[in-house]
């Protein structure tokens, strides 16, 4: 079965940090750009960070810029988004993105309107409330 699964997410204290998880079940992520999205309620889903196929180069969301890190792990088909210092505005629910498309710049995947043409999986979304 082909499918996205994202794990990680919870229930955080402002500061604290968690990390999220994608793992790819059905086809190989090597091939693949990576988008993480995030969705809080009422408003619109929003690229967080994004990481391209076929040279690593990543992109971040301002609001996450020096807090956020995203990585890939090949091996185990997996992408990982490091959240730290989160802060109540980081409650979303948490969405993983597979693209083959070639973008020229990876940002194209997390910013571009009407990307979800180029989206071939996504996840399911795990929740991430930061609350004291």
């Known amino acids: 079965q082909v499918q996205l699964v994202e794990s990680g997410g919870g229930l955080v204290q402002p500061g604290g940090s968690l990390r999220l998880s994608c793992a790819a079940s059905g086809f190989t992520l090597d091939y693949y750009n990576i988008g993480w999205f995030r969705q809080a309620p009422g408003k619109e889903r929003a690229g967080v960070s994004c990481i391209k196929s076929s040279d690593n180069s990543t992109y971040y969301a301002d609001s996450v810029k020096g807090r956020f890190t995203i990585s890939r792990d090949n091996a185990k088909n997996t992408v990982y988004l490091q959240m730290n210092s989160l802060t109540p505005e980081d409650t979303a629910v948490y969405y993983c993105?597979?693209?083959?498309?070639?973008?020229?710049?990876?940002?194209?995947?997390?910013?571009?309107?009407?990307?979800?043409?180029?989206?071939?999986?996504w996840g399911q979304g795990t929740q991430v409330t930061v609350s004291a």
């Open positions: 993105a597979a693209a083959r498309f070639t973008f020229s710049a990876i940002q194209a995947l997390c910013l571009m309107p009407g990307r979800e043409v180029y989206v071939d999986y």
